[in-house]
């Protein structure tokens, strides 16, 4: 999707593999695995460190918003903590209970087409966090400062206009 948009992009498995980027997206995925192997690889300290330095923008996305939640009910699995927001994972329900929406998100015209897999809820703790899109009156996108969260799968549709705003956002 950010290649379609020009973006030069590259995985990030090592601490070493976010030198020179100006955002990171944290895909879906399980939560609990990311969480692990961040700490592992010391990616999770690599990430906060260039966060607070102001060079990375992130957005974490279903699982990857899990991951840099502060908080997450009943859960002390390993996570980045950066964003205060607190999370449900699973809040909707199974892997079988997936469905996709249209979401009203700020500052579009139409809706957006989201897809929601295993999703979680993203409450917001304090008043950093501005809520950007809910779905059944839950928030599921918010900001704070550099960061996004997205409860739903924004790459498995063909629109692109979240990523457009989000590589505007790393450039910012
Ligand atoms: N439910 C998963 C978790 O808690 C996230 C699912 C997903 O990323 N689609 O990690």
Redesign the pocket.
């Given at each position: 999707m950010l290649q379609s948009l020009g973006a030069v992009v590259a995985e990030v498995r090592l601490p070493e593999h976010l030198k020179g980027l100006s955002g990171l997206i944290v895909p879906?995925?399980?939560?609990?695995t990311i969480g692990k192997l961040a700490a592992e690889y010391g990616v999770d300290q690599a990430v906060k460190e260039r966060y607070d330095s102001g060079e990375l923008a992130v957005w974490g996305t279903?699982?990857g918003a899990?991951w840099i939640a502060r908080e997450i009910e009943g859960s002390a699995q390993k996570r980045l903590g950066l964003m205060d927001i607190c999370v449900r994972?699973?809040a909707f329900g199974r892997q079988v209970d997936s469905f996709e929406e249209f979401l009203d998100i700020e500052d579009f015209d139409t809706p957006f087409h989201a897809v929601f897999?295993?999703?979680?809820i993203l409450e917001p703790l304090g008043d950093g966090v501005r809520v950007l899109a809910r779905c059944e009156d839950a928030p599921v996108f918010v900001s704070q400062d550099r960061m996004w969260a997205s409860s739903f799968?924004p790459e498995l549709t063909g629109d692109n206009r979240l990523h457009k705003r989000f590589l505007k956002f790393c450039k910012r």
């Open positions: 879906g995925g399980e939560s609990t279903c699982a899990i994972r699973n897999i295993r999703a979680p799968h």
